[in-house]
C-alpha cells in the first residue's frame, strides 16, 4: 500500500472521528467504522467506492457531523479494513448489514448513501430485511446497475468490442499505482474527473486512490467487469435520489438515467454539468445538499 492515503489539510482532509469501532461481517471480515458527530443526531451511512476510502468523504463528514452523526466505512480490502478471501456482490450486502447493524440502534433508521461501487453495495443490499429495518432513504452516486465496462468511456475509442476489450485490460491491470506523480494525477484526472476539476481536487482523490492495494483493486475490478444488478432495484423501495456527472467517463450519465427510470421510489436525479466521476469531491455541496433534502433537513444559511 503506498504511504500516501489522503491529504491532511484543506477541506477535503478527513476529520478525526468521535469514535472508531470494528464491525465484523458474516465471512468474518473486519471493517473499519468511524462515527462522527453526536450521537442521537439524525443518521447517515455512507459507502465509498471502488479503490477510495473512508477519506473520500471527508466534505460530506465535515458538512453533516455539525447535526448528523455520519457513519462511514471502508470497504474490505480498502483504507483500513484488511483484505479478505471473498471478494462478490454478495459481501458487498453483507458488510453494509454489518455496519448498519453495529451502528444503529434497533429500529433505528438511517440515510444510506453510496459512490460508485458504494451505491452498487446499496443495490445488492437491497430486499435484505436488515437493509430495510435501517434505510429510511437511499443515495445512489455516480453508479450504474450493469455493463459498466462496456460503457465506460475511459478509453477514447468507439463503442464496441475493441474498447470492451482494452477497457476490460486496464481496469483489471495488475500494475502498481505508485506514488502519486504530476503524470499518475493527469491520467487519473482524465479517467474519473471532469476537465475543469481543480488541483486540490485532483490531488485528494489521487492520494486516496494510489493508497488503495493492487491486489484488492484488481480483485474488484473482476467483481465490477461482471456486474448485474437490475433485478434488484425493484427491490429498492425506499424513497431513492439519483446523482451524476455529465462528464462522467467510468459511469457515464445514461447509468444515472436509467437508474431514475427503474427505481420504484425515485425522489429525484441530480445531473451535475461538468462534473466527473468522484461527484462528492468534485461536486461537495450538491451532494451534501441531497442527502440533507433525503434526511428532511433544511440547508443552513451560509
Given at each position: 500500500?503506498?504511504?500516501?492515503?489522503?491529504?491532511?489539510?484543506?477541506?477535503?482532509?478527513?476529520?478525526?472521528?468521535?469514535?472508531?469501532?470494528?464491525?465484523?461481517?458474516?465471512?468474518?471480515?473486519?471493517?473499519?467504522?468511524?462515527?462522527?458527530?453526536?450521537?442521537?443526531?439524525?443518521?447517515?451511512?455512507?459507502?465509498?467506492?471502488?479503490?477510495?476510502?473512508?477519506?473520500?468523504?471527508?466534505?460530506?463528514?465535515?458538512?453533516?457531523?455539525?447535526?448528523?452523526?455520519?457513519?462511514?466505512?471502508?470497504?474490505?480490502?480498502?483504507?483500513?479494513?484488511?483484505?479478505?478471501?471473498?471478494?462478490?456482490?454478495?459481501?458487498?450486502?453483507d458488510?453494509?448489514?454489518?455496519?448498519?447493524?453495529?451502528?444503529?440502534?434497533?429500529?433505528?433508521?438511517?440515510?444510506?448513501?453510496?459512490?460508485?461501487?458504494?451505491?452498487?453495495?446499496?443495490?445488492?443490499?437491497?430486499?435484505?430485511?436488515?437493509?430495510?429495518?435501517?434505510?429510511?432513504?437511499?443515495?445512489?452516486?455516480?453508479?450504474?446497475?450493469?455493463?459498466?465496462?462496456?460503457?465506460?468511456?475511459?478509453?477514447?475509442?468507439?463503442?464496441?468490442?475493441?474498447?470492451?476489450?482494452?477497457?476490460?485490460?486496464?481496469?483489471?491491470?495488475?500494475?502498481?499505482?505508485?506514488p502519486?506523480?504530476?503524470?499518475?494525477?493527469?491520467?487519473?484526472k482524465?479517467?474519473t474527473?471532469?476537465?475543469?476539476?481543480?488541483?486540490?481536487?485532483?490531488?485528494?482523490?489521487?492520494?486516496?486512490?494510489?493508497?488503495?492495494?493492487?491486489?484488492?483493486?484488481?480483485?474488484?475490478?473482476r467483481?465490477?467487469?461482471?456486474?448485474?444488478?437490475?433485478?434488484?432495484?425493484?427491490?429498492?423501495?425506499?424513497?431513492?435520489?439519483?446523482?451524476?456527472?455529465?462528464?462522467?467517463?467510468?459511469?457515464?450519465?445514461?447509468?444515472?438515467?436509467?437508474?431514475?427510470?427503474?427505481?420504484?421510489?425515485?425522489?429525484?436525479?441530480?445531473?451535475l454539468?461538468?462534473?466527473?466521476?468522484?461527484?462528492?469531491?468534485?461536486?461537495?455541496?450538491?451532494?451534501?445538499?441531497?442527502?440533507?433534502?433525503?434526511?428532511?433537513?433544511?440547508?443552513?444559511?451560509?
Open positions: 500500500m503506498s504511504r500516501l492515503t489522503h491529504v491532511t489539510s484543506g477541506p477535503y482532509a478527513p476529520p478525526a472521528a468521535r469514535r472508531e469501532l470494528v464491525a465484523v461481517s458474516a465471512d468474518g471480515a473486519r471493517l473499519h467504522v468511524e462515527v462522527h458527530g453526536e450521537d442521537g443526531a439524525p443518521a447517515v451511512v455512507l459507502a465509498h467506492g471502488w479503490t477510495c476510502s473512508t477519506a473520500f468523504w471527508a466534505a460530506q463528514v465535515r458538512a453533516l457531523a455539525a447535526d448528523h452523526r455520519v457513519v462511514v466505512y471502508d470497504q474490505r480490502g480498502h483504507g483500513r479494513s484488511p483484505a479478505a478471501r471473498e471478494y462478490s456482490t454478495t459481501v458487498l450486502a458488510d453494509l448489514v454489518a455496519v448498519l447493524r453495529a451502528t444503529l440502534g434497533e429500529g433505528e433508521k438511517a440515510v444510506v448513501g453510496g459512490h460508485s461501487m458504494g451505491g452498487m453495495t446499496i443495490m445488492a443490499a437491497a430486499g435484505r430485511p436488515e437493509f430495510a429495518a435501517h434505510a429510511s432513504a437511499a443515495l445512489l452516486c455516480s453508479t450504474g446497475p450493469a455493463r459498466l465496462v462496456e460503457e465506460a468511456r475511459v478509453v477514447p475509442l468507439r463503442a464496441g468490442p475493441a474498447r470492451t476489450r482494452i477497457t476490460r485490460a486496464v481496469l483489471g491491470s495488475r500494475a502498481p499505482l505508485g502519486v506523480t504530476p503524470l499518475g494525477k493527469k491520467v487519473l482524465y479517467a474527473m471532469a476537465p475543469g476539476a481543480a488541483p486540490e481536487k485532483v490531488e485528494a482523490c489521487a492520494r486516496i486512490v494510489h493508497a488503495c492495494p493492487t491486489a484488492v483493486r484488481h480483485q474488484w475490478s467483481v465490477l467487469a461482471g456486474l448485474d444488478l437490475e433485478r434488484n432495484l425493484t427491490l429498492l423501495t425506499v424513497p431513492t435520489a439519483v446523482v451524476g456527472g455529465t462528464d462522467d467517463r467510468l459511469t457515464p450519465i445514461g447509468h444515472a438515467r436509467g437508474l431514475a427510470a427503474a427505481l420504484p421510489n425515485c425522489t429525484g436525479l441530480t445531473e454539468t461538468g462534473v466527473g466521476h468522484m461527484t462528492p469531491v468534485e461536486a461537495p455541496e450538491a451532494v451534501t445538499h441531497v442527502i440533507r433534502r433525503l434526511a428532511g433537513a433544511k440547508e443552513k444559511s451560509a
